[in-house]
Nanobody, 117 residues
Framework: VQLVESGGGLVQPGGSLRLSCTASGFTFSNYVMRWYRQGPGKERELVAVISSAGISTYYGDSVKGRFTISRDNYKNTVYLQMNSLKPDDTAVYYC???????????WGQGTQVTVSS
């Protein structure tokens, strides 16, 4: 089982990045996918959630209106489009796969996003 994030990097305030998380080793389309982040000295924060079929989404208040989560179940990939980035968005971003308490939960290794001029 693997979740591999990519797309992080250094971006100036106001810029954009798109993170990707590609899954393997489990039935991706059965899982709710979530993006979390953890900034320096901060607790882990839930950023966005997308249902297994991609119909429903949820966003944390701090990113609402700026970030968009999407998924492609044919490519086993979930995306996080991040626009209007702020220095406070600086964090390691992790993708997470969750189905129910009866199934394992999976985490990626994280990708660093740094917003700085």
């Amino acid at each position: 089982v693997q979740l591999v994030e990519s797309g992080g990097g250094l971006v100036q305030p106001g810029g954009s990045l798109r993170l990707s998380c590609t899954a393997s080793g489990f039935t991706f389309s059965n899982y709710v996918m979530r993006w979390y982040r953890q900034g320096p000295g901060k607790e882990r924060e839930l950023v966005a959630v997308i249902s297994s079929a991609g119909i429903s989404t949820y966003y944390g208040d701090s990113v609402k209106g700026r970030f968009t989560i999407s998924r492609d179940n044919y490519k086993n990939t979930v995306y996080l489009q991040m626009n209007s980035l702020k220095p406070d968005d600086t964090a390691v971003y992790y993708c997470n796969a969750w189905r129910s308490r009866s199934f394992p939960e999976y985490w990626g290794q994280g990708t660093q996003v740094t917003v700085s001029s």
